[in-house]
């Protein structure tokens, strides 16, 4: 990489001096390990970043699906539309807000709304316990969609949260317990 000495050279787009950060080569660089979507810049902690530029998270995802299907970290939703009322849809995602707005993209009315969520450390499997749990309050299943008060639904995914922290509280408890028995 050239050096640029920023006091004897102009940048011409620009009219002033070069800054470091002006250098095509480190813009270039630096350009390269970022993820585009749409024109806009994602996140490097986003689950599925790969760098690149893409048209639509489609394209994206399929790019990343190895990453994708490594990942456990997580959503577990809730999804209403009024158009079938009082069935609520428990999914999971890797990323939230992407899973709406791929059901809106299915809606001409764009009426799908998330009526709530949960993060968690393994979306699968706590998308199956409590897909599980719903199944026997339920007055009707189809598929993912469930036939319940959104009241139970939201309890159904609070208390996995409160037993997840629970579980983790316990164990910490017992590595403490562990750990001062055998000093």
């Known amino acids: 990489m050239k050096h640029i000495n920023s006091d004897?050279?102009?940048?011409?787009?620009?009219?002033?001096?070069y800054y470091y950060k002006d250098n095509p080569a480190a813009v270039k660089l630096r350009d390269s390990k970022r993820m585009y979507l749409n024109g806009k810049e994602v996140s490097k902690s986003h689950t599925l970043h790969k760098s690149g530029r893409y048209k639509s998270f489609q394209e994206a995802a399929f790019s990343s699906l190895p990453?994708?299907?490594l990942t456990k970290k997580g959503y577990v939703y809730i999804l209403s539309n009024p158009a079938w009322e009082g069935w609520y849809k428990v999914g999971?995602?890797?990323?939230?807000?992407?899973?709406?707005?791929?059901?809106?993209?299915?809606s001409p009315l764009r009426d799908y709304y998330l009526e709530h969520y949960i993060v968690t450390s393994d979306r699968r499997a706590a998308e199956k316990k409590i897909h599980d749990k719903l199944i026997?309050?339920?007055?009707?299943?189809?598929?993912?969609?469930?036939?319940?008060?959104?009241?139970?639904?939201?309890?159904?995914?609070?208390k996995?949260?409160?037993?997840i922290q629970d579980?983790?509280?316990?164990?910490?408890?017992l590595k403490l317990e562990l750990r001062y028995s055998s000093s």
């Open 92 to 106: 999971m995602a890797a990323d939230i807000n992407d899973r709406v707005n791929s059901y809106q993209t299915a």
């Open 8 to 17: 004897s050279e102009i940048n011409p787009k620009t009219g002033k001096p």
């Open 136 to 158: 026997k309050i339920s007055k009707g299943v189809a598929g993912e969609w469930f036939d319940v008060l959104l009241s139970e639904a939201v309890d159904v995914l609070t």
């Open 160 to 163: 996995h949260t409160n037993e």
């Open 67 to 69: 990453k994708y299907t």
């Open 167 to 173: 579980d983790e509280e316990e164990n910490k408890q």
